[in-house]
């Protein structure tokens, strides 16, 4: 049996998602950016003293950008272990691991942060 074709189907259909996935990435932080700056643009920052920064709008911001830079770097999660499967690389499930282990630190700590600031800014 020549496993050649599927080897080529399974290569094509990995890095067919994996540009998706990453596409997704991209997507979700640009959503992020014009989310705070259509926010933004209601606000005028420079009638707003300074000790309310911290827990009004600014706040608001950080939440809501935070949300949707947590939601890429699932997605780019999920397209590093696309890639990982069909890798030839012996070093590639180690370097996955890194990754991941790297995007879950700042995920976790990215999203604690955004409870702290939820909480914060809601109470």
């Known amino acids: ?9 399974l290569s094509h259909s990995a890095q ?16 992020g950016l014009v989310a705070v700056l259509s ?4 606000l005028r920052l420079r009638q707003i003293p300074p000790h ?3 827990r009004g ?18 997605f780019q999660l999920g397209a590093d272990v696309v890639l990982t499967t069909i890798s ?10 890194a990754v991941a282990l790297i995007r879950t630190f700042l995920n976790f700590f990215l999203a604690l942060e955004l409870r702290q600031e939820d909480r914060h800014g809601g109470g």
Do not use: C, D, H, Y
């Open 57 to 74: 709008p600014v706040t608001m911001a950080r939440v809501t950008f935070g949300s949707w830079v947590a939601l890429a770097l699932e």
């Open 39 to 42: 926010g933004a643009r209601k």
């Open 88 to 97: 030839r690389e012996p070093n590639a499930l180690i370097q996955l691991a």
């Open 1 to 9: 049996m020549n496993l050649q074709p599927m080897e080529l189907l």
């Open 16 to 31: 067919a998602i994996r540009l998706l996935l990453e596409f997704l990435s991209l997507i979700s932080v640009a959503i």
């Open 52 to 54: 309310l920064l911290q």
